[in-house]
């Protein structure tokens, strides 16, 4: 796991947080059923495990145990007739210009549910605890995957400038699928789909969605062009990403009408069991 993606990931957990301390005050239901999207401590708590799961295992397996890294052997010839049709028309040597501008559309790309702020303050809990879970376990799938299936990138096949950082981590060789573009792609899914449940009678929701999938596209367009991937690992990338940006956020649409709140009401924490219309309550 890159710097980058570290940094992301701690600031969305601090993000997280916060909000939790802000929206947790007397009156506030902390947990339970939005207007379009559901909270539910089983299904939440099993997305959230998933995702620290995934991504807290690539952690030891690539930061602790350092495995599967690839060392770089300068004497090695890789021969670019080796590579397939499809990807060959598409490799390029590395540039670190274009690589540095795909690090800043992704950033743009993972701040696309930003718009949600359109919603209503009950729902940015909703909508933050949603995104975590989104890019924990998106972030988790990509990096296992790179760690079981070793691939050079295509700067390797060039005699020029590569990056020194990757050679020496190993990261060269983890080429499959792109890392950046399953997580533009997990923010772009995300951000068009709950924009649209939110606010379906909206002509802004086509916005959306042409805004945050050309950031995506753009991502992966650079991700090629700075020599980095290849189009399959851009495809891959962008299919993980869009599948998992879709699933998290469509299943919490279901448990509308059977949920648990969790709320506070100054003097100590409330359950609320809702089966359909009826109400049952016990307090703590």
Known sequence: MTSFFKKTL??????????????????????????????????????????????????????????NRGKYDPAEIYNKDNINGFDRPFMKSYNKKLDNCADLTLALSMAAPCVLAATDKEEWLTVGVMYAETLLIANGAKELSKLAINRARPYVYFDSEKPEK????????????????????????????????????????????????????????????????????????????????????????????NDLKIATDGTGVSFIYRPGSAVKKTGL
Not at 185 to 199: D, E, N, W
Not at 249 to 254: C, D, K, L, R
């Open 10 to 67: 701690s600031g969305l957990f601090a993000l997280t947080v916060l909000s939790l301390s802000v929206f947790a005050e007397p009156g506030f239901d902390v947990w339970g059923s939005g207007k379009v999207f559901t909270l539910d401590p089983l299904t939440d708590g099993i997305l959230l495990g998933t995702g620290v799961l995934l991504s807290g295992g690539d952690l030891i397996l690539d930061n602790v145990m350092e495995l």
């Open 166 to 257: 990757d050679l020496k981590d190993g990261d060269w060789n983890n080429s499959f699928p792109s890392g950046h573009s399953t997580m533009a792609f997990a923010g772009a899914a995300f951000s068009t789909y709950t924009f649209a449940k939110y606010f379906p009678e909206s002509n802004w929701k086509y916005a959306v969605a042409a805004g945050s999938f050309s950031l995506a596209v753009t991502t992966a367009g650079l991700r090629m062009a700075s020599g980095n991937h290849f189009a399959t690992d851009v495809c891959a990338g962008a299919v993980l990403g869009t599948g998992i940006g879709l699933l998290v956020p469509w299943i919490h649409t279901f448990n509308q009408n």
